[in-house]
């Protein structure tokens, strides 16, 4: 994409934002993040395809970039252990855009059409994970769990970051993933006896 087009898709992205957090997204129209972008509606659409998807760009990209970390682990790896560098990799990308981030992430808490729209997504990217786990011998059930799982578990460190961001997301991920082992491990049950 030339950079003029690049520069244009970021300053239709922070329009958006910005009057998504001020008006609301059920209040704002593309027109208007054309306007406060500086271009015309239909420079938006050569963009994207309509409001919500200036919030979900680069989705493509980021299952790619998940994929190939699953693909280039190496052998011998527990299905959690095998995803764990996707979620870095993804991690370095919502570090390098917190300023889009942090905002973004409040615009879709606050908007039912884009929280339908990010569980989408997530379903999206969770049969990526899926599909590459399996191609490396995973069986199906195991890396459907593994990947549904391990994606609820990058939510919960994002979500922690989000709220202290004094640590760096890996930190957050690596105490997420433990907490996942801890939970995964095998402990004994005590039974309460009634009246204890």
């Known amino acids: 994409m030339p950079r003029s087009g690049a520069d244009a898709r970021r300053r239709l992205q922070q329009a958006a934002l910005e009057l998504y957090g001020e008006r609301g997204f059920d209040r704002t129209t593309t027109a ?9 509606e239909r420079t938006y659409f050569r963009h994207f395809a309509d409001k919500r998807e200036v919030l979900f760009d680069g989705e493509a990209d980021l299952r790619a970039t998940m994929v190939e970390a699953v ?3 190496p052998e011998g790896l527990p299905p959690f252990e095998i995803l764990l560098p996707a979620f870095r990799r993804a991690g370095r990308i919502l570090e390098a855009n917190r300023p889009f981030s942090e ?14 729209r990010e569980l989408a997504k997530g379903a999206y990217l969770i049969a990526a994970l899926t ?14 769990l593994a990947a549904e799982t391990g994606w609820a578990t990058f939510h919960h460190a994002a979500q922690a970051w989000i709220d202290d961001p004094s640590e760096s997301l890996d930190s957050h991920l690596d105490r997420a993933f433990d907490d996942l082992r801890t939970l995964s491990a095998k402990i004994p049950v005590v039974r309460r006896v009634p009246g204890d």
Do not use: F, S
């Open 32 to 40: 208007e993040i054309a306007a406060r972008a500086g271009l015309n």
């Open 103 to 116: 905002p973004r992430l409040a615009v879709i808490a606050a908007t039912p059409a884009l929280r339908e």
């Open 71 to 73: 693909a280039e682990a």
């Open 131 to 144: 599909d590459a786990l399996r191609q490396r011998g995973v069986p199906a059930g195991h890396a459907a």
